[in-house]
């Protein structure tokens, strides 16, 4: 399991025949002043899995840190990855996550998300905050 790529967009979603919809992608969130909140936003994560990891139910930790590495915020869940039944056969297959959230801003400067696998950590998604 493996993550191919990871970003925050204003609006994303996933169609009934799996097809990924995002709606402005951004790295950068301008504030007047700080502490500041972005009300919302979506972060959202590609996934490859092998066969044998579909149909299995894994935790996900998406962990907001600041440049100084310390924990803004926290979203945690489990997802269960299905096949495509429209999708042609392959030894890989992925699974789109898209967590809608409120992004806390104490300050500007750089922060990520660090996207936690099953405990383990497997990307980080960058972004910054700066004055506007």
């Known amino acids: 399991m493996k993550v191919l790529f990871g970003f925050l ?3 994303a979603n996933q169609t009934a025949d799996g097809k990924l919809n995002v709606l402005g992608v951004f790295a950068t969130i301008g504030a007047p002043s700080f502490p500041a909140t972005r009300p919302l936003a979506h972060v959202v994560i590609r996934i490859e ?3 044998p990891e579909l149909g ?5 930790k998406l962990i907001q840190l600041d440049e100084d590495g310390v924990e803004v915020s926290r979203l945690e869940a489990d997802f269960t990855p299905h096949s495509n039944p429209n ?3 392959t030894l890989n297959s992925h699974a789109d996550l898209i967590f809608q959230v409120q992004i ?3 300050r500007a400067g750089a922060y ?3 996207v936690m696998l099953q405990g383990e950590e497997r990307a980080r998604v960058p972004f910054s905050a700066v004055l506007v």
């Open 56 to 60: 299995g139910t894994y935790p996900i």
């Open 9 to 11: 967009a204003d609006a």
């Open 112 to 114: 990520n998300f660090s």
């Open 49 to 51: 899995l092998s066969s």
């Open 104 to 106: 806390p801003l104490p």
């Open 87 to 89: 999708a042609a056969p």
